[in-house]
C-alpha cells in the first residue's frame, strides 16, 4: 500500500476482475540475482565490490546487466527496472501490487458495449524535456509498438489487448499465411490534446492490467523516426541508449555498460517526489561480487544473501500482514547486522524449454521423467522456492492454488512426489531407439550465475544413464536471445514474471503459432508445431481470444482452455516446469520503502521511498 499523497491524484479501478485480485498473492520481486532477471556477461563488472561514490541521498541496488531503455524493445527485466523509473503509463501497479491504478490517466470511461475506453489524462504530466504529455503522443506511442521493427511486443497491443486494427496477409519463407498489422490502423484516437480513445475488437477483461504494461508508455510525438510518417528527433539507438525521454520521476544520467547505471530524479517531475536525489544500479551478475557489494561492504540498499549463504534458522517470522505477506528479521548476516525481511509468492514461473523440432519428443519425455522439481528446490534452492508442474502460477490458475496443486496431480505425466524417475526416462529412450551406443546429444544453455551451473550438472549427471551425452553451456544473454531467436538451442532455461496478473499472460507462451523462431511476432521461440497436442492448443487459445469478456461464462470457457493448453503442452513435453518464485525480501534499516507487492519489483517505482543515515550501521 502507498502512504504518500501520490495516491490523492489516482483512483483504484475496480473494474479489473479475475482471479488475480481475489487471490491476493503477495510479493514479487526480490534478491534472487539467478533467477529474478535473464542475466548477461559480466565482463569486469564481478571483480567490483566498491562501486564508486554513491550519494548519501541516492537509493543503491544491484541489478543485471541492461540491453535497451526503449519501452517497445526491451524483453529483458534488467531494462525494465530502468525503464519504469523513467517513462509511465495510462495505468500501473503501485508498489508492484496487483491492484491497478491510474497514473498518466486520471480518469476513464467504457462504452456501453465494454469495447471502447476514454482516458482522461493528467494535465499536468509534462516529459523531461517540460513538454506536456498529450493524447496524440499515445496515439504515436502505440503506433511504434505495433509497427517499428525494433517492437518486441506488438502482440500485446494487437493481440492480448485486442485493439482494433486492420491486417493484411503475407507468407512467411516456409509458405505460411500469416496476418500483418497495417500500419496506422489501429482505432486509438487522440480527441483532443488530453482525452484518448481507445476501442477493442472485442471487451477485455483484463485491459485496464495490460496497458499497465511498459511497453505501452508514453513517448513524445515523432521523437523516434522509425515508422512511417515521422523523421525522427532522434535515431532510435540513441533514444534506446543515450536519451530516453519520458514522463517518469527520473531520467537517464550515465550508463556504463556491464558497470553500471545512474537516474537521476526531476526537479520538475509532475507528481509527487521523488525523495531520493538519484537511483545508482551496479551491474553485477556472479552471486559472489552480488553478496560481496550488497551484504559485506554494504554498498547497496538491500542485503543479498543467495542460496548457498540462506540458513532458515536465521529467519523469525512475526506475522502474516493483509497480503499474505510473511514478515519478520533475518539475521544476523555476516556483516554483524539483522534486517526487516518478508517472503511472498511471486507471479513468476521458471522452466527448461526446448526447441521441439531440434529435441524429439521422446528424449523431452526423457528429460522430464529424470527432473524431480522437489530435489532441484530442495538441493539447489535450499526450499526457497516451490515447485512447479505447471506453467500458470498457482494465484492466477483458474480456482486458485489448491486447484493448481490438484491439477498438477492429476495431469503432469512426469510425477509430482519428490524422486526422479529415471527408470521412465530410460525406458522411453529405449523405446525411441537410443542406447548405450547410440546416445542423443543435447546441449543445455542456461543461464549464467553458479546456481544454473549447479542445475545443469545436476540434470546431465541424471540423463548420463539415460542414454544422452549432456553438455552445459552459458552464454552471454545476447547471444542467449539470438540463438534462441534462430532455433539454434536444444534445452534453454527461460522465466516469467507477470507483465499483467492473468494466465493468459503465461499461456501466450505455448500457443503454438506465438513460437515460431522465424516469426518475428513470436512470443516464444519452441518451434511447437505439427502434432494433434499443439493443434488443440492452439486452437484453446483461439477459444481464449474468442472470450475475453467480462462476463462469468467468458471467464468458465477461458478457464477450460487454459486446462487444455496446459494439458497439452504437458503431452508433448514442451518445457520442464521447474518452480514457482518466492521473494526473500530484505531491507537495510536505514531504508523507508513499502514492501513489494506480487507483480514484482522490477514494476516498483522509486520515488517514493527513501534513503536515511548510513553511517551509523557501518
Not at 571 to 577: K, M, R
Request: a negative charge; aromatic letters at 10%.
Amino acid at each position: 500500500m502507498t502512504t504518500s499523497g501520490n495516491l490523492s491524484r489516482r483512483r483504484f479501478l475496480q473494474a479489473t476482475g479475475g482471479a488475480a485480485t481475489a487471490a491476493a498473492l503477495a510479493g514479487c520481486g526480490g534478491d534472487e540475482g539467478e533467477t529474478a532477471t535473464t542475466t548477461a556477461d559480466t565482463g569486469t563488472t564481478d571483480a567490483t565490490s566498491s562501486g564508486g561514490d554513491v550519494g548519501e541521498n541516492t537509493f543503491s541496488m544491484i541489478n543485471s546487466s541492461v540491453s535497451t531503455f526503449d519501452p517497445v524493445a526491451f524483453v529483458d527485466e534488467a531494462s525494465g527496472y530502468v525503464i519504469q523509473q523513467l517513462f509511465e503509463t495510462l495505468t500501473d501497479y503501485p508498489n508492484g501490487e496487483v491492484d491497478v491504478e491510474t497514473l498518466l490517466a486520471t480518469d476513464y470511461e467504457v462504452s456501453d458495449d465494454g469495447r471502447t475506453y476514454t482516458f482522461h489524462l493528467a494535465e499536468d504530466a509534462t516529459y523531461s524535456t517540460g513538454d506536456p504529455v498529450t493524447a496524440g503522443d499515445f496515439v504515436y506511442a502505440w503506433e511504434r509498438l505495433a509497427a517499428s521493427p525494433n517492437s518486441n511486443r506488438a502482440g500485446f497491443l494487437l493481440d492480448n489487448l485486442g485493439v482494433e486494427h486492420e491486417t493484411t496477409t503475407a507468407t512467411t519463407d516456409d509458405g505460411r499465411d500469416v496476418e500483418r498489422y497495417v500500419p496506422e490502423s489501429m482505432a486509438v484516437t487522440a480527441v483532443d490534446e488530453h482525452t484518448l480513445e481507445v476501442t477493442l475488437a472485442q471487451p477485455n477483461f483484463a485491459a485496464l492490467r495490460i496497458l499497465a504494461y511498459r511497453g505501452f508508455a508514453a513517448i513524445p510525438e515523432g521523437i523516434v523516426g522509425d515508422i512511417d510518417g515521422y523523421e525522427g528527433e532522434l535515431s532510435q539507438s540513441a533514444f534506446a541508449t543515450e536519451n530516453p525521454v519520458g514522463s517518469g520521476p527520473f531520467t537517464l544520467d550515465a550508463w556504463r555498460r556491464s558497470v553500471s547505471i545512474d537516474l537521476a530524479a526531476r526537479d520538475d517531475y509532475w507528481g509527487d517526489g521523488p525523495e531520493v536525489d538519484g537511483v545508482h544500479m551496479q551491474v553485477l551478475e556472479r552471486t559472489s561480487a552480488r553478496y560481496t557489494y550488497a551484504t559485506l561492504n554494504m554498498n547497496a540498499d538491500n542485503p543479498y544473501v543467495p542460496p548457498s549463504k540462506w540458513d532458515a534458522s536465521k529467519r523469525t517470522i512475526e506475522g502474516t500482514d493483509e497480503r499474505g505477506r510473511r514478515y519478520g528479521e533475518y539475521g544476523p548476516l555476516e556483516n554483524g547486522l539483522t534486517v526487516p525481511y518478508y517472503a511472498v509468492d511471486e507471479l513468476s514461473t521458471y522452466w527448461l524449454a526446448f526447441n521441439c523440432q531440434n529435441v524429439p519428443k521422446p528424449v523431452r519425455q526423457a528429460v522430464s521423467y529424470a527432473v524431480s522439481q522437489q530435489t532441484v528446490v530442495s538441493e539447489l534452492f535450499k526450499d526457497r522456492y516451490n515447485p512447479a508442474h505447471t506453467l500458470t502460477p498457482p494465484g492466477l490458475f483458474p480456482g486458485g492454488p489448491d486447484a493448481q496443486s490438484a491439477f498438477a496431480a492429476e495431469h503432469y505425466p512426469y510425477g509430482v512426489d519428490t524422486e526422479t524417475r529415471l527408470d521412465e526416462a530410460r525406458r522411453v529412450m529405449a523405446d525411441a531407439g537410443y542406447g548405450d551406443s547410440e546416445a542423443f546429444e543435447l546441449t543445455l544453455t542456461l543461464y549464467q550465475g553458479d546456481t544454473y551451473r549447479q542445475l545443469g550438472t545436476l540434470v546431465r549427471d541424471l540423463l548420463s544413464s539415460a542414454h544422452m551425452d549432456v553438455t552445459i553451456e552459458q552464454p552471454q544473454q545476447s547471444t542467449m536471445l539470438t540463438r534462441l531467436r534462430n532455433g539454434d538451442v536444444d534445452v534453454v532455461s527461460s522465466g516469467w514474471s507477470a507483465d499483467y496478473p492473468a494466465a493468459t499472460n503465461f499461456l501466450q507462451l505455448v500457443n503454438p503459432p506465438f513460437t515460431r523462431t522465424n516469426d518475428p511476432s513470436a512470443t516464444s521461440y519452441y518451434d511447437w508445431f505439427g502434432t494433434a497436442a499443439a493443434e488443440r492448443a492452439a486452437n484453446a487459445w483461439d477459444r481464449v481470444q474468442d472470450n475475453l469478456g467480462p462476463s462469468e461464462a467468458a471467464a468458465e470457457t477461458r478457464s477450460e482452455a487454459y486446462r487444455t493448453m496446459e494439458r497439452a503442452w504437458m503431452e508433448d513435453a514442451v518445457i520442464v516446469p521447474l518452480f514457482f518464485s518466492v521473494a526473500h525480501h530484505m531491507d537495510y534499516p536505514w531504508l523507508e520503502k513499502e514492501r513489494t507487492g506480487a507483480m514484482g519489483s522490477s514494476n516498483m517505482r522509486f520515488d517514493e521511498l527513501s534513503v536515511g543515515d548510513r553511517s551509523q550501521y557501518r
